[in-house]
């Protein structure tokens, strides 16, 4: 039972254009969604977060946009570069179990010259 | 500030045999969790440990089990080993004092293969 999915498994952008990377959930327990980036041979890497009281945050070239009617979540990276390429993962975490988060499956961005 | 660190970086084993993975946290971190990446299933949630007692468990068979010293750092065991049990295994620490807030940091991991 997938709690979150990103059903994209690969994305490919070209380079100063707009990456969108999605993610949707099931659990509406889930309160607290984080992104998170993965290069080859790293372990995960924190890039951005948002509660579920609000619906955008911000940081930089990365926003997270929460759809919380529709449990969709997405990852808005402006201008992509080529050092953006990684697989990009969401995760979700619900309130009395912040340490345990829920990850999806995962993108992988290929950010192309 | 030094990263999460992982040990060994690299193992393989046999069926049936067991093993256990080191993990140190940042210095001060007092939350260690490992998750378990596999191609198919992506990152799952194993056990979070916080001042040396189990606090969240993932559903994974009794043949996985951790723990946490006075220092913080954690192992990670798993018995009888099986081919299925071959994937990267990754460690993360934080220090909750916001868990609303927090993020884990993640250490490199240990890639197990079981022949």
């Known amino acids: 039972d997938q709690q979150v999915k990103q059903n994209s498994p690969s994305l490919s952008v070209q380079e100063g254009r707009i990456s969108i990377l999605n993610c949707d959930y099931t659990?509406?327990?889930?309160?607290?969604f984080l992104w998170y980036k993965k290069y080859p041979a790293e372990g995960p890497t924190f890039l951005i977060s948002?509660?579920?009281?609000?619906d955008k945050n911000e940081d930089g070239r990365f926003t997270v946009f929460l759809n919380k009617s529709a449990k969709h979540l997405s990852l808005h990276i402006v201008p992509s570069q080529p050092g953006d390429s990684a697989v990009y993962f969401c995760?979700?975490?619900?309130?009395?179990?912040?340490?345990?988060?829920?990850f999806g499956t995962g993108t992988r961005l290929q950010v192309t010259l | 500030k030094a990263g999460v660190t992982q040990t060994p970086r690299y193992l393989i084993k046999t069926r049936g045999q067991q093993v256990t993975l080191s993990c140190s946290p940042i210095?001060?971190?007092?939350?260690v969790s490992w998750y378990q990446q596999t191609p198919g299933q992506g990152l799952q949630f194993l056990f979070e440990?916080?001042?040396?007692?189990?606090?969240n468990k993932g559903n994974f068979p009794g043949r996985f089990s951790g723990r946490q010293f006075s220092n913080s750092r954690s192992e990670m065991n798993v018995s009888t080993l099986e081919l299925g049990d071959s994937a990267l295994y990754l460690c993360?620490?934080?220090?909750?004092?916001?868990?609303?807030?927090?993020?884990?940091?993640f250490g490199p991991g240990t890639r197990l293969t079981v022949l």
């Open positions: 948002i509660s579920s009281i609000k």
């Open positions: 993360a620490s934080s220090w909750p004092r916001d868990p609303r807030s927090d993020e884990q940091f």
């Open positions: 210095s001060g971190h007092r939350s």
């Open positions: 995760a979700a975490s619900a309130s009395g179990t912040a340490s345990k988060l829920t």
């Open positions: 659990n509406s327990m889930f309160d607290y």
């Open positions: 440990y916080f001042s040396e007692t189990q606090r």
